[in-house]
T-cell receptor, first 112, second 120 residues
Framework: RKEVEQDPGPFNVPEGATVAFNCTYS??????FFWYRQDCRKEPKLLMS???SGNEDGRFTAQLNRASQYISLLIRDSKLSDSATYLC?????????????FGRGTSLIVHP | GAVVSQHPSWVICKSGTSVKIECRSLDFQATTMFWYRQFPKQSLMLMAT?????????EQGVEKDKFLINHASLTLSTLTVTSAHPEDSSFYIC????????????????FGPGTRLTVL
């Protein structure tokens, strides 16, 4: 099993739709989790951190399920500008010299 | 957030030449920086972890003599692609991890804008 797995998609949704992505991780000792967004030919940009209590930022909601070892990202009222690849990142431990692990990314296409 | 710069943003070179890419954390000190490579339509691949004042840790399959990493200060890491060949053409991205003692964005990873390398 890969350390971090994501459905590559693409998820093709109309404007205004609600879409959710999941990301599973294999290391139960993982401590911190993030969602990044990467536009074509650009660097990844931090979208939001994922906390145990969940995290909401406008139309975006991230949640963590430690028991099932996955994180999720929910996007409400999708905009055309949300079209991008969404990467989940898992850190094995807080502090120290941990190495973050990236998922392959989930491609989202929002169409008119 | 935190700002990471990368230079150059793109470079075209002849086969056999060496190319140096700089990664700087502009508003924080980064003891650890990461170097990634991304081929078209593929995921980010970690090449090495760069630690200030010590040798870099390379991922399996990455030649340390070909990809020289120097992390000479808390705000600068460099990646030198030695004797570049066309198969080294890729998008190289660095990232820096924010320190524990920051007011916000603690221990999070911020990326440089990337360097697109084309080797002819």
């Amino acid at each position: 099993r890969k350390e971090v797995e994501q459905d590559p998609g693409p998820f093709n949704v109309p404007e205004g739709a609600t879409v959710a992505f999941n990301c599973t991780y294999s290391n139960s000792a993982s401590q911190s989790f993030f969602w990044y967004r990467q536009d074509c030919r650009k660097e990844p940009k931090l979208l939001m951190s994922v906390y145990s209590s969940g995290n909401e930022d406008g139309r975006f909601t991230a949640q963590l399920n430690r028991a099932s070892q996955y994180i999720s990202l929910l996007i409400r009222d999708s905009k055309l500008s949300d079209s991008a690849t969404y990467l989940c990142v898992v850190n094995p431990a807080s502090g120290g010299s941990y190495i973050p692990t990236f998922g392959r990314g989930t491609s989202l296409i929002v169409h008119p | 957030g935190a700002v990471v710069s990368q230079h150059p943003s793109w470079v075209i070179c002849k086969s056999g030449t060496s190319v140096k890419i700089e990664c700087r954390s502009l508003d924080f000190q980064a003891t650890t920086m990461f170097w990634y490579r991304q081929f078209p339509k593929q995921s980010l691949m970690l090449m090495a972890t760069s630690n200030e004042g010590s040798k870099a840790t390379y991922e399996q399959g990455v030649e340390k003599d070909k990809f020289l990493i120097n992390h000479a200060s808390l705000t600068l890491s460099t990646l030198t692609v030695t004797s570049a060949h066309p198969e080294d053409s890729s998008f190289y991205i660095c990232s820096a991890r924010t320190p524990n003692n920051r007011e916000s964005y603690v221990n999070e990873q911020f990326f440089g804008p990337g360097t697109r390398l084309t080797v002819l």
